[in-house]
Antibody, heavy 119, light 106 residues
Framework: QVRLQESGPGLVKPSQTLSLACTVS??????????WNWIRQSAGTGLEWIGR???????NYNPSLKGRVTISLDTSKNQFSLKLNSVNATDTAVYFC???????????WGQGTTVTVSS | DIQVTQSPSSLSASVGDRVTITCRAS??????LNWYQQKPGKAPKLLIS???SLQSGVPLRFSGSGSGTEFTLTIGSLQPEDFATYYC????????FGQGTKVDIK
């Protein structure tokens, strides 16, 4: 059974960098079969796809985040990570990691982690 | 970005009712449309991909149809466990989600 688990600080100060990791069990981020995604959800903006990474390191990002995002793989830990720079209060959200076979949707999700941006 | 707009934003229904939710895309997305169910405090769950392909383990009372710009999710006979919020999501270009349809008990 494939499981994804988000981890990282629950509180980040404005203008700093939000950093989260997603640990994958039951599958390999190196398998070449899936994309590994980050999504967030807030009351204000609903569900927002942040971006994804493939085994090769190829990435797609949501242009709305204006170059503040980096997603990377750590195959030694079977993890993928999210970094979001220059955060502000509008980045406060529940952050989810998820797997996708391609364009066929996000078929396995982590439970989500709440990140609050506040001084 | 391609926008996807769901209607209605909420509905009240009874167990056994047939429920239909619509998702409209701002431009043609072929069949690149997925449906999710989300319950409070939980992650979304993929129900249907590619407009009409039911995910393994999802009850047959759920069905999806459509192509181009108009899509529907139908619950054939609403069950108690189906009260939740439903989202559509397009995967044609930069992925975007609809704003959600909350299905609650009448």
């Amino acid at each position: 059974q494939v499981r994804l688990q988000e981890s990282g600080p629950g509180l980040v100060k404005p203008s700093q960098t939000l950093s989260l990791a997603c640990t994958v069990s039951g599958d390999s981020v190196n398998s070449g079969s899936y994309y590994w995604n980050w999504i967030r959800q807030s009351a204000g903006t609903g569900l927002e796809w942040i971006g994804r990474i493939y085994t090769s390191g190829f990435t797609n990002y949501n242009p709305s985040l204006k170059g503040r995002v980096t997603i990377s793989l750590d195959t030694s830990k079977n993890q993928f990570s999210l970094k979001l720079n220059s955060v502000n209060a509008t980045d406060t959200a529940v952050y989810f990691c998820a797997r996708s076979p391609g364009v066929e949707g996000l078929d396995v999700w982590g439970q989500g982690t709440t990140v609050t941006v506040s001084s | 970005d391609i926008q996807v707009t769901q209607s209605p934003s909420s509905l009240s229904a009874s167990v056994g009712d047939r429920v239909t939710i619509t998702c409209r895309a701002s431009q043609s997305i072929n069949k690149f449309l997925n449906w999710y169910q989300q319950k409070p405090g939980k992650a979304p769950k993929l129900l249907i991909s590619a407009a009409s392909s039911l995910q393994s383990g999802v009850p047959l009372r759920f069905s999806g149809s459509g192509s181009g710009t108009e899509f529907t999710l139908t619950i054939g006979s609403l069950q108690p466990e189906d009260f939740a919020t439903y989202y559509c999501q397009q995967s044609y270009t930069t992925w975007t989600f609809g704003q959600g349809t909350k299905v609650d008990i009448k």
